[in-house]
């Protein structure tokens, strides 16, 4: 096809391409590419119901494009072209995305999922490791000038013989099972759907009652997909279901966990330490977790690698190159598979 050719397919880009160039050189080749001038969601509103972005079939997002658009949702839907079909997600959740407001727009939604699995999951174990043996504090006191700091930081423990309780068994939670054995953990889980009898006898992890993974666990894993039914999940209820002195690792999305009554289990010690990767208002993270020395904080880097951030873009390009060379996706989200 021909640069000039009218019949070029048209490419909304929103967000930026860092690593996978080649990958992105090659959906120019075959399309147009638009991208918005807007930095704010009602610029974006504005320019979207202005035509300038007609005839665009896929758009190829990324989790930065939020400050621009906001969520994907009817209203955005709405104001972009009704030959919009295909909105292709860098990452693995996608819950800044509306799924049900473009099921009914008829426009189908990918991600990014196995690409982000090693990646998040070595940062699960790196929270679970540091949050266990209360690294936060010596971390913060040697950056002092303090050494240990004045008050000695609390002996931690070792993950040997522990139980680690994963909640959500996709492919995040199913590596970081298969990494937390290696360092002796026995590993429980609750996921919706059970695993085939073959995949929990490789990973030796055993399927109990979502209550049961609450009471049993020595240190709990959030591995589970943010969405309506799964929005503070873990909150005040299940906290005190937990045994006292647990650990909480969370590399999912912050609204998983209630952050108030996270903060609440910490300060009276029901929980006695947790490792974060992710919060309820990113970039805000909530004062009590910022002051409570025991909890080791992250700021959102679960995929930040290069060969993950590579792989990642290289997945949901190839996803944008299906969708207009073949009208279909690689990686269509669960919700959508009856579509
Ligand atoms: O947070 C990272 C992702 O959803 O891929």
């Known amino acids: 096809m021909s640069p000039n050719d009218r019949n070029r397919p048209k490419v909304l880009r929103l967000g930026v391409i860092v690593h996978a160039h080649s990958a992105w050189a090659s959906v120019e080749e075959i399309a147009d590419v638009f991208t918005p001038k807007s930095t704010n969601r009602a610029d974006f509103l504005e320019e979207a119901a202005s035509g300038a972005f007609d005839g665009c079939v896929a758009a190829y997002r990324t ?17 972009l072209p009704r030959s919009l079909r295909f909105v292709c997600h860098n990452g693995a959740g996608y819950d800044q995305v509306d799924v049900q407001a473009c099921t009914a727009h008829n426009i189908r939604v990918s991600n990014t999922p196995t690409a982000v699995d090693d990646a998040t999951a070595d940062i699960g174990i790196f929270l679970l490791l540091g949050a266990l043996r209360n690294l936060a504090v010596g971390m913060a006191a040697i950056r002092a000038g303090e050494w ?20 959500g068994m996709g492919g995040i939670g199913r590596n970081m099972a298969a990494k937390a054995r290696a360092f002796g953990m026995k590993i429980r889980y609750y996921n919706r759907t059970r695993l085939a009898s073959d995949i929990e006898a490789e990973l030796g992890a055993e399927y ?75 970039p805000c993270v909530h004062p009590g977790l910022l002051s409570n020395p025991r909890v080791l904080l992250v700021p959102h880097m679960g995929t930040w690698t290069v060969e993950t951030e590579t792989k990642m873009e290289e997945w949901a390009i190839s996803n944008v190159r299906m969708a207009i060379e073949q009208g279909r996706l690689r990686s269509m989200v669960p919700e959508q598979r009856d579509m």
């Open 208 to 282: 109990v009652g979502f209550d049961e993974l609450l009471a049993e666990s020595d240190v709990l894993s959030l591995n589970l997909p943010l969405n309506a039914n799964t929005r503070h999940i873990i909150s005040q209820g299940e906290f005190a279901k937990m045994k006292k002195g647990i650990v909480i690792v969370n590399t999912a999305r912050g609204a998983v966990i209630d952050e108030a009554a996270l903060v609440e289990a910490l300060d009276s010690g029901q929980v006695c330490s947790a490792g974060l990767d992710v919060y309820e208002q990113e």
């Open 148 to 167: 240990r700091g004045s008050t000695l930081p609390a002996l931690g423990h070792d993950p040997q013989g522990k139980v680690l309780g994963i909640l």
């Open 63 to 79: 989790f930065d494009s939020f400050e621009v658009t906001g969520k994907i949702d009817g209203e955005l839907l709405d104001a």
